[in-house]
């Protein structure tokens, strides 16, 4: 079936760790990728997406993603995590109007 | 302000009953789509809707109906025949051509079935 894994269910780091949360896709052909972000009490805002064109897409925050189209993967990554970065993350493909969302990281950071 | 409104933000109704969430936007977009999200099983796709009077089943439709008369409104209705109604419901849009698959997210309502 038509997927898509986020590898890590629950994250927890300390500030100023470097981050990297892992997304695959299961999709052929041509999709766009987004990252979205879920901060407590708030409502799902993107953070980052992929049409086409520079496989390493910046986002708002200081993240970024990696486009790797060999692998099916899209790994959201960020050098230097903050305490207020808490939150969950969601990886989404859109293929044929249709936006599926993986199941979501939640990411703890300690202060 | 421009957004996406969902209402109510918390319902609760008796097994068997149908209920009715509301989902309007004033971003004068084309799409809409309405998602549940449970706990551990991120966001699932339940309708979307491209153009008004036309929408697409997602992945898990069985006991939901929408309908698309208006373009800034798109409501769901839960009905007696979905098994595990008790969720938290998000209703997105997204523009049209170009900008296609972004999606802005209303606060979502969460309903609770006794």
């Known amino acids: 079936a038509q997927s898509v894994s986020q590898h890590n269910h629950h994250v927890i780091l300390s500030e100023a760790a470097s981050l990297e949360l892992g997304c695959n896709y299961s999709?052929?052909?041509?999709?766009?990728l987004f990252w979205y972000v879920q901060y407590p009490g708030q409502h799902l805002q993107l953070l980052l997406k992929y049409f086409s064109g520079d496989p390493l897409v910046k986002g708002i925050k200081g993240f970024e993603a990696e486009f790797i189209k060999s692998k099916f993967s899209f790994n959201l990554r960020k050098p230097s995590v903050q305490w207020s970065d808490t939150a969950e993350y969601f990886c989404?493909?859109?293929?044929?109007?249709?936006?599926?969302f993986g199941k979501g990281t939640r990411l703890h950071i300690l202060p | 302000d421009g957004g996406i409104t969902q209402s109510p933000k918390y319902l609760f109704r008796k097994e068997g009953q149908n209920v009715t969430l509301s989902c309007e936007q004033n971003l004068n977009h084309d799409a809409m789509y309405w998602y549940r999200q449970d706990p551990g099983q991120g966001l699932r796709l339940i309708y979307y809707s491209q153009i008004v009077n036309d929408f697409q089943k997602g992945d898990i439709a069985e006991g939901y109906s929408v309908s698309r008369e208006k373009k800034e409104s798109f409501p769901l209705t839960v009905t007696s025949a979905q098994k595990n109604p008790t969720a938290f419901y998000l209703c997105?849009?997204?523009?049209?051509?170009?900008?296609?698959?972004?999606?802005?997210f209303g606060e979502g309502s969460r309903l609770t079935v006794l």
């Open positions: 999709y052929g052909g041509t999709v766009n």
């Open positions: 989404a493909v859109m293929r044929d109007d249709k936006i599926i």
């Open positions: 997105a849009s997204a523009p049209g051509q170009g900008l296609r698959g972004e999606l802005f």
